[in-house]
């Protein structure tokens, strides 16, 4: 099972970037995924996250209104538009997908960095 997240880079603030996750081993349509980040220094969290079949769709504060999950189940992939960045959005971005049953995310990808800096 692999989770590979890519996408990050650096950009200027008010610009925008657009995060992938691809899954590979798993039945891909059968897990919600969710994407996370974790800024230097600073715990791991939630930003937002899709269920399998594009519903129960959550963000956290940090992402409303500037950030839209989607998901492409016959590419095996869940994209993040993150829209007008900020500074405070530069962190190692995540995605995990958790199975139907499970409480917990079962599988992580490796993380790709978003750097928002002039």
């Known amino acids: 099972v692999q989770l590979q997240a890519f996408g990050g880079g650096l950009v200027q603030p008010g610009g925008s970037l657009r995060l992938s996750c691809y899954g590979s081993g798993i039945v891909f349509e059968d897990y919600t995924i969710g994407w996370f980040r974790q800024a230097p220094g600073k715990e791991r969290e939630a930003i937002a996250c899709i269920g399998s079949r594009e519903d129960n769709i959550c963000y956290t504060e940090a992402a409303k209104g500037r950030f839209a999950i989607s998901r492409d189940n016959a590419k095996d992939t869940v994209s993040l538009q993150m829209n007008s960045l900020r500074p405070e959005d530069t962190a190692v971005y995540y995605c995990?997908?958790?199975?139907?049953?499970?409480?917990?995310?079962?599988?992580w990808g490796q993380g790709t960095l978003v750097t928002v800096s002039s």
């Open positions: 995990g997908a958790r199975g139907i049953h499970s409480s917990g995310y079962d599988y």
